[in-house]
C-alpha cells in the first residue's frame, strides 16, 4: 500500500486552521489586527506561523470529519503509512496529529515555504514519487496534488473541487462528502429572534404615548431595522470569537460557525456587510440615534472581546445594553426620557443579565462541568447570582412604585391610581422568572423564553389595559 496523504484545512477538519488561529490571537489581544499587514508582507507562510504562535489552537475541540478519520485509523491498523500534508503550520500540524493519534508523519508549512498547491505536490514527489502515493483533499486548490496521486479521496461537496478532480483524471478511491450548509444556517447566524430584544426602541414612544405620531413611528420602525442589522454583526462576531467555548456548551456547539456549517470567510462577510447598512440606515434616522448606535457597536465589541471573561461586569455591560436600546428608541424619535423610565431599566435589566449568567452555571453542571467556558463564574454560585438578580428585580418594582406617587405621573396619566397593579404584576413575573431559573428551567436566554411564555404577554397586555384606563379614565 502506498502512503496516504492527507490535507488538514477543510477535510480532516472541516475549518480552516488559519482563520481559527486569527481568531484566537485577536481575542487574546485585538491589537495583533495591526501587525496583519506586516506577516503577510514578509509571506503567507511566515504570517501562519506568527498566528498559530500567538492562536495557540485547542486542536481537541476542533471539528473534525469523524468517518473521514475513522477511516484512517482503519487504514493504519491494516499497516497503511499515514501522512498529514497540509498547508496549515507545521505547529498546528503537529498538535494534531499528535492529538488524533493516526499519523506517521508530518508535512506542513514552515517560514518561507508555504506548503500549497503546486508547492504541497512538488514536496510529496520529492518524497513519495509520481503517483507514489494516495491524496485525501477538498479543495479546488489540491488539483495539482491529485495530479500526481495514484488514487483520490474527496472530503466534501464543492463544486469547484470535484471539478478540479475531475480534470486531472485521477480516480477516486472514497468521498466523505458530509453535510453541507443547510438553507436555515444564515437565519440561524443572525438571530432574527433576539430583534424581539429591539422592540425596546418604542418603550418612548410607549410611555409618553406617541404611539399615533406616524412620523416618530417611522423613525422608530427604521431605527429597528438598522439596529437589527448592526445586533446581528455583533452576534456573528460574538460566535466567531467564543468557537472554541461554544464547541464545549451543550447547546451552542450547534450553532453555524461553532459546527462549521458556515465558515469562518462568510461570518466576517457578513459582519461587514450588516455593519455598513445598518449604520447606514441609523445615519438616515437621525444624528443622535446613529451616534447611540455606534456606540451600541463599540461597547458590544469590546464586550465580546474582552469585558464579557469579568465576573459581574459582563452583566452590567448585557444591562447596559439593554438600556441603551430604550435610549436610542427615544433619540429616534425625538423624545427625552424620564430618569425614572431609566432607573426601572437598569435594575430591570441587570436582573435579566443575572438570569442569563445562573442559567448558564446550572447548564453546565448538568453537563458535568464546573465552569461556564471563559465567563468568569464557577460551579455553585450561581446561588450568589439569584440572590442578586431578585434584589434588583426588586428594586425595578420599588422604582415603578415611587414613579406612580410622584408627580411627573399626573403629566400623562388623569388616573394615575389606576397604575397601581402594575406593581404586583411585574413583582410577581419577576419573581417567576426566578423561580424556573432555580428550578433550571430557564433557557439560557431569558428573551427566548419571554417570547414563548404565555404569561409574559399576558403581563404586557395587563400592563397595557392599565396604563390605557389611567390615561383615558376621567
Not at 450568589?384 to 418594582?397: D, E, H, K, N, P
Request: proline share 5%; aromatic share 10%.
Amino acid at each position: 500500500m502506498v502512503p496516504l496523504c492527507v490535507d488538514l484545512d477543510g477535510t480532516l477538519v472541516r475549518t480552516d486552521t488559519l482563520y481559527e488561529s486569527l481568531l484566537r490571537a485577536v481575542r487574546r489581544n485585538p491589537a495583533v489586527v495591526l501587525r496583519i499587514p506586516v506577516w503577510l508582507f514578509q509571506g503567507r507562510a511566515h504570517l501562519k506561523h506568527e498566528l498559530a504562535r500567538r492562536g495557540a489552537l485547542a486542536v481537541d475541540r476542533l471539528p473534525y470529519r469523524q468517518d473521514l478519520l475513522d477511516y484512517l485509523h482503519g487504514q493504519k491498523e491494516a499497516g497503511r503509512k499515514i501522512v498529514l500534508a497540509t498547508a496549515a503550520d507545521s505547529d498546528i500540524a503537529e498538535a494534531v496529529a499528535s492529538h488524533t493519534g493516526c499519523f506517521d508523519e508530518v508535512v506542513a508549512s514552515r517560514p518561507g515555504d508555504n506548503l500549497k498547491g503546486a508547492a504541497k505536490r512538488a514536496r510529496l514527489e520529492s518524497l513519495y514519487g509520481h503517483k507514489g502515493f494516495d491524496y485525501a483533499g477538498d479543495s479546488a486548490c489540491d488539483g495539482p496534488v491529485w495530479g500526481a496521486a495514484r488514487e483520490a479521496i474527496l472530503a466534501g461537496s464543492s463544486r469547484k473541487a470535484r471539478q478540479a478532480l475531475a480534470e486531472t483524471g485521477t480516480p477516486v478511491a472514497h468521498a466523505f462528502p458530509g453535510p453541507g450548509p443547510q438553507p436555515g444556517a444564515i437565519v440561524r447566524a443572525l438571530r432574527l429572534h433576539q430583534w424581539s430584544k429591539n422592540l425596546l426602541l418604542f418603550t418612548a414612544l410607549f410611555v409618553s404615548h406617541n404611539l399615533s405620531d406616524p412620523s416618530r413611528m417611522l423613525a422608530v420602525v427604521a431605527a429597528f431595522f438598522a439596529f437589527g442589522y448592526v445586533a446581528s454583526a455583533i452576534y456573528i462576531v460574538n460566535d466567531l470569537l467564543d468557537l472554541e467555548s461554544d464547541r464545549l456548551h451543550p447547546t451552542k456547539r450547534f450553532r453555524p460557525f461553532a459546527s462549521s456549517e458556515l465558515s469562518i470567510p462568510s461570518g466576517l462577510v457578513f459582519t461587514v456587510w450588516l455593519l455598513v447598512s445598518g449604520l447606514s440606515l441609523g445615519a438616515v434616522v437621525s444624528p443622535a440615534f446613529a451616534f447611540s448606535l455606534v456606540v451600541y457597536a463599540g461597547t458590544a465589541t469590546v464586550y465580546s472581546l474582552y469585558l464579557k471573561r469579568l465576573p459581574m461586569v459582563d452583566v452590567l455591560m448585557l444591562a447596559s445594553l439593554y438600556t441603551l436600546r430604550v435610549l436610542a428608541g427615544g433619540a429616534a424619535a425625538g423624545i427625552r426620557l424620564s430618569p425614572w423610565l431609566l432607573g426601572f431599566s437598569i435594575f430591570m435589566f441587570f436582573s435579566l443579565a443575572l438570569v442569563k449568567r445562573a442559567s448558564e452555571i446550572k447548564l453546565m453542571a448538568h453537563g458535568g462541568r464546573l465552569d461556564t467556558n471563559g465567563r468568569g463564574y464557577r460551579h455553585g454560585e450561581d446561588t450568589l447570582l439569584s440572590i442578586m438578580g431578585v434584589s434588583s428585580g426588586y428594586l425595578a418594582t420599588l422604582v415603578l412604585a415611587l414613579y406612580i406617587n410622584s408627580p411627573e405621573v399626573s403629566l400623562l396619566y388623569s388616573r394615575p391610581e389606576f397604575l397601581w397593579p402594575a406593581c404586583p404584576l411585574v413583582l410577581t413575573w419577576i419573581s417567576r422568572v426566578w423561580l424556573i431559573t432555580h428550578r433550571g428551567e430557564m433557557p439560557d436566554d431569558p428573551i427566548v423564553f419571554a417570547l414563548r411564555d404565555g404569561a409574559s404577554y399576558l403581563l404586557l397586555v395587563c400592563l397595557a389595559v392599565l396604563m390605557g384606563a389611567a390615561a383615558w379614565v376621567r
